[in-house]
């Protein structure tokens, strides 16, 4: 059983969560349930939970700041949120879990096996909650990195770093420059609805480019993108109006 502990301002929604992980996750144990960002610090300190459910917005501050106070501690995190986008958008960025309000089984129970998967394979990694916390001090709305979790780490990388995305099932490979290449356990769909849209373009069915890196097209067979890499990507029929539209602006 994963020590589990809610921290939510509203108790209609504290308790509902509760009686949904008590029927559908029967490998959560629900230990603790807290108010505000006090409680919450209490709460982290004295039961020690392995998995942490977290509002983002509370009466005596945010989550975030929870967050800051109990540097040192080290649990699985799902943020339950409403629809903050800019929180939201960070949240993605740093390769964290949240849920939107009002909260979907289907969508709590995946969330949950994510993190029972994570636990079999290492212990939590803070990394990333650091690199949230710093990323929502921004007081702009553009992030310049981004975490990627590859299994055994969170790496955090540039967004003019990457080179190309490329889709391999439920994976996605990221291409860096310096010829790194990292494996990471999200889809190529999500990386496309969160890198910024003036960047990068979704060219085919299986790769997503940053345009920064085109060096060169081929106009051979249906056209391909020839990145800083010297890797070649082949742009699909539908892509490639889009493609030579964006490359003009260039």
Do not use: W
């Amino acid at each position: 059983m994963i020590k589990t502990i809610i921290i939510e301002d509203e108790k209609k929604s504290r308790d509902m969560l509760a009686g949904l992980i008590e029927k559908n996750c029967p490998e959560l144990q629900v230990i603790g349930l807290g108010k505000d960002v006090t409680e919450g610090e209490e709460l982290i300190r004295q039961l020690k939970p392995e998995l942490v459910f977290l509002d983002i917005s509370m009466p005596d501050g945010s989550g975030f700041d929870l967050l800051e106070r109990v540097q040192g501690s080290k649990f699985e995190l799902i943020f339950a949120t409403a629809s903050d986008q800019h929180a939201i958008r960070a949240i993605k960025y740093s390769a964290c879990d949240y849920l939107l309000k009002p909260i979907d089984v289907e969508e709590l129970q995946q969330a949950v096996t994510k993190v029972f998967n994570r636990k079999k394979t290492a212990p939590p990694d803070m990394e990333n909650l650091q690199f949230l916390i710093q990323q929502l001090k921004r007081t702009d709305e553009n992030f310049a990195k981004i975490t990627l979790p590859t299994g055994s780490a969170y790496e955090v990388v540039n967004l003019k770093d990457i080179i190309r995305l490329e889709a391999d099932g439920s994976y996605t490979y990221f291409y860096l420059s310096n010829h790194r290449k990292l494996m990471v356990t999200a889809s190529l769909k999500h990386y496309e609805d969160i890198l910024p849209e003036a960047d990068f373009l979704r060219v085919h069915h299986h790769n997503l480019i940053n345009m920064n890196h085109v060096i060169r097209f081929l106009k051979e067979d249906g056209g391909y993108a020839i990145m800083s890499d010297e890797s070649k990507v082949e742009i699909s029929r539908r892509k490639k109006e889009a493609f030579m539209e964006r490359l003009n602006k260039m």
